[in-house]
């Protein structure tokens, strides 16, 4: 899909998305629960029915009306399990260690893209315990039970790894530890993690970089909301700083969510020519760049976690934005985005397949016009996104 954007102006109040990472964790541990349980607020993107997929694979009952899923938890050990996890690595690396309580086979799916993603820890943990671990370009088998224990892992990887133990640790009979060795990347998420199982009764405890989670635990069922997104609203309060007027309702001040930081950022991205650590807040990395372009250039670091999302984002984003004239400096772990007067794209830009490039793009686009190939990767996250900029008068041609 190619979408065109006219010079325009945002002006209005936009209600935040629901948060994707919120919503992912309250699916699991509700399919992880004996009963019934409800969550409100859930949107309708890929990566919703990636994990919604994954829950009825094995065996969880889930229904949805509107942005209210109900889900009845899985019982019991499924055989031969295909769980699809589409394009979605949370999904991905959630499933595993559940996946490995089954004591059967299961196979995750995905796009190539997906299945290239860095799984050593789990493999890791494959071969320390005996169990299979067996992976294509566009599979992950694995079989066996988990054991409890001690589990130590890296902290300047994803933390989907620790969330992923998270869930399923509990569950086994006896005690684990989690040892994470420091620096800690993405903490915010782990309490995220850790905010979710503790509504469904489960606990773990967390202390510098060690978690203890008590074995023998259960899952209780109930009734559970998801949270406003400061990973997508950051989108439109990046408007802000494009000379729009928008005033984005329903985001918690006191949220776990670490892409909160996005209006700290954008302040001093408005202000100067700041060095960012993108070390904790990833997924802001497109539009940080993008704001930066637009106003005085900016320094960031830790981008090596940029290579292994959707696209390898840093890269993608120096492409994209030399074609408004914007030069950038890639190296290992940073980026320099220098500042220069925006051009109008002479060419179409690509979104790379990455819903966050396309967002981001579309921001600078408000400024020069131009068009935007491959916009429907926004369907991963945000399926509504270019009618929600259209709410607030942006001149969108789908």
Request: with cysteine; hydrophobic share 40%; aromatic share 6%.
């Amino acid at each position: 899909m190619n979408v065109s954007i006219k010079p325009s102006v945002a002006k209005g109040v936009l209600h935040a998305p629901p948060s994707k990472s919120a919503a992912h964790r309250l699916l699991v541990c509700a399919g992880l629960a004996a009963g019934e349980s409800v969550v409100r607020g859930v949107a309708d993107s890929e990566d919703m029915l990636a994990t919604m997929g994954c829950l009825r694979a094995l065996g969880a009952q889930v229904g949805k009306i509107g942005d209210t899923v109900r889900i009845h938890g899985m019982t019991g050990e499924a055989p031969d399990v295909i769980l699809p996890c589409r394009e979605c690595g949370s999904t991905l690396r959630f499933f595993v260690p559940i996946a490995l309580l089954q004591n059967t086979p299961v196979t995750l799916t995905g796009s190539e893209t997906l299945l290239s993603r860095p799984l050593s820890v789990y493999e890791t943990i494959c071969r320390e315990q005996g169990l299979r671990f067996q992976r294509t370009d566009r599979s992950l088998t694995v079989c066996g039970k988990l054991r409890a224990g001690r589990f130590s892992v890296p902290g300047d990887i994803s933390s989907q790894f620790i969330s992923g133990l998270l869930f399923a640790l509990p569950l086994l009979a006896q005690d684990s530890e989690i040892v994470i060795a420091p620096p800690v990347q993405s903490a915010p998420y782990i309490r995220m993690t850790l905010r979710a199982l503790e509504a469904f009764g489960v606990t773990a405890q967390m202390r510098e970089n060690r978690i203890r989670i008590p074995g023998a635990q259960r899952y209780r069922p109930r009734d559970a909301a998801v949270e406003g997104d400061w990973s997508n609203a950051a989108f439109f309060d990046a408007l802000n700083y494009l000379g729009g007027d928008v005033r984005i309702d329903g985001l918690d001040a006191d949220s776990l969510q670490g892409d909160k930081i996005c209006r700290q950022l954008f302040r001093a991205l408005d202000a100067g020519t700041p060095t960012v650590d993108l070390s904790d807040c990833p997924d802001l990395g497109p539009v940080c760049m993008a704001l930066a372009a637009y106003k005085h250039g900016a320094r960031f670091t830790g981008t090596r976690r940029l290579r292994i999302k959707e696209s390898d984002r840093a890269s993608c984003m120096q492409r994209e934005l030399l074609k408004f004239g914007v030069r950038c400096v890639l190296d290992e772990d940073e980026m320099t985005v220098f500042a220069s007067p925006l051009q109008t794209p002479r060419e179409p830009l690509c979104g790379w397949g990455d819903h966050r490039i396309v967002m981001a793009l579309s921001l600078l686009l408000t400024k020069t016009g131009g068009t935007i190939e491959g916009a429907e990767a926004v369907r991963k996250s945000f399926p509504d996104y270019f009618e929600r900029m259209k709410s607030l008068g942006i001149e969108v041609q789908t």
